[in-house]
């Protein structure tokens, strides 16, 4: 599909929501014109247009805080655009991880385990918004403050842990451990820019 089938509105803008492709949070609302999605086409970072100051932007172009596009798709109408992206730090000038970060109902709400792996989305979503804002005292970001050794030797050493639980038939220590694995495993992938989709999308491949 071309640029000029999209349906820009009378002023030429489009709205574009951005989101997380790892962990599918919403990380805000912006515009585009045919100049700015051109330039996000061609740089693979987000650029959109500032209606109040009536110019480009580049997301990140003085913060350093960018977003590297994994895909841009458009609705059934062709007048809205999501656009997955990898961001490099929080996507809100306030700092924050996403745009949305405020209950209308509840400013405490937290999101609700009601589905098997909907823990998993939760994780995901918490690891991103550490990596994103960094709060000082958080495990996590003391993870990505130290690097990419540092989370190895976590996952290795959590491994190990579980072949012992497994190998002295303690289940109680396989579950502690292998839960231990499975966050450093997610703060891994997203250290390394993986998707936890690919991944399933792999096995999907191999069972087929």
């Not at 130290?146 to 220590?173: C, H, Q, T």
Request: hydrophobic share 35%.
């Amino acid at each position: 599909m071309n640029i000029e089938e999209l349906t820009f509105d009378k002023n030429g803008l489009i709205p574009a929501i951005v989101q997380d492709a790892a962990s599918k949070e919403v990380l805000t609302l912006a515009y585009m014109n045919e100049e700015s999605l051109k330039k996000t086409l061609d740089t693979k970072e987000t650029w959109f247009y500032s209606r109040s100051r009536e110019e480009l932007w580049h997301k990140g172009g003085t913060s350093g805080n960018t977003q590297t596009i994994e895909d841009i798709r458009y609705d059934c109408d062709q007048d809205a655009l999501l656009v997955l992206v990898q961001p490099k730090g929080p996507a809100c000038h306030t700092g924050t991880y996403t745009c949305f970060s405020t209950s209308l109902e509840n400013e405490e709400t937290v999101e609700p385990v009601q589905h098997r792996y909907d823990i998993i989305n939760h994780l995901e979503k918490t690891i991103a918004k550490r990596e994103a804002e960094r709060p000082e005292g958080a495990y996590t970001t003391y993870l990505f403050e130290e690097g990419v050794d540092k989370i190895l030797k976590k996952v290795g050493e959590e491994a190990s842990e579980i072949i012992i639980g497994a190998k002295n038939r303690d289940p109680e220590e396989v579950q502690w451990e292998s839960a231990d694995f499975l966050y450093h495993w997610l703060v891994l992938l997203r250290e390394q820019g993986v998707n936890l989709d690919d991944i399933l999308n792999v096995l999907r491949e191999r069972h087929s």
